[in-house]
């Protein structure tokens, strides 16, 4: 099943949004199994990347346009070569949606319960927005 991926931080002033394709497995049929489906999927290839140990890269220039466009150029280099524990990763980002540090929305519709019904289908838009705390005195 592919869907599409967009992130977006409140915190950022620029709007640069880019949609990443991920295939997952199998249909997620809640906000937990999706999840759980997304960070193995993006634990696994964070993996991989740290095995292909490229010891120079250099950008062509329609990887560097691609990257100009979305608002960050880099080199893609890792500076922690420890790969990533996958259940642990999938019980961060868990935790993390039950904090409130960020929301998820289907095709611009807020998806509130972790357990609850999901019905999506191939080709679905998913939004992740990231919350950014305020920070403050309080005298």
Same mark, same amino acid.
């Given at each position: 099943?592919?869907?599409?991926?967009?992130?977006?931080?409140?915190?950022?002033?620029?709007?640069?949004?880019?949609?990443? !394709?991920?295939?997952?497995? !199998?249909?997620?049929?809640?906000?937990?199994?999706?999840?759980? +489906?997304?960070?193995?999927?993006?634990?696994? !290839?964070?993996?991989?990347?740290?095995?292909?140990?490229?010891?120079?890269?250099?950008?062509?220039?329609?990887?560097?346009?691609?990257?100009?466009?979305?608002?960050?150029?880099?080199?893609?280099?890792?500076?922690?070569?420890?790969?990533?524990?996958?259940?642990?990763?999938?019980?961060?980002?868990?935790?993390?949606?039950?904090? +409130?540090?960020?929301?998820?929305?289907?095709?611009?519709? !807020?998806?509130?319960?972790?357990?609850?019904?999901?019905?999506?289908?191939?080709?679905?838009?998913?939004?992740?927005?990231?919350?950014?705390?305020?920070?403050?005195?309080?005298?």
């Amino acid at each position: 099943m592919k869907i599409y991926v967009t992130m977006k931080s409140l915190a950022k002033r620029k709007d640069f949004l880019t949609k990443q !394709e991920i295939d997952l497995e !199998e249909v997620p049929l809640t906000l937990r199994q999706l999840l759980t +489906g997304i960070v193995a999927t993006k634990a696994q !290839e964070f993996n991989a990347k740290i095995s292909e140990a490229i010891l120079v890269r250099f950008l062509t220039n329609e990887e560097l346009q691609q990257q100009i466009h979305a608002g960050k150029v880099g080199f893609d280099t890792i500076y922690n070569e420890e790969p990533t524990d996958c259940h642990q990763a999938v019980m961060t980002a868990i935790q993390a949606y039950e904090d +409130g540090l960020f929301r998820v929305f289907m095709n611009e519709q !807020e998806l509130p319960d972790l357990d609850g019904p999901l019905e999506i289908k191939d080709g679905d838009q998913l939004t992740f927005i990231k919350l950014t705390m305020l920070a403050g005195r309080m005298w």
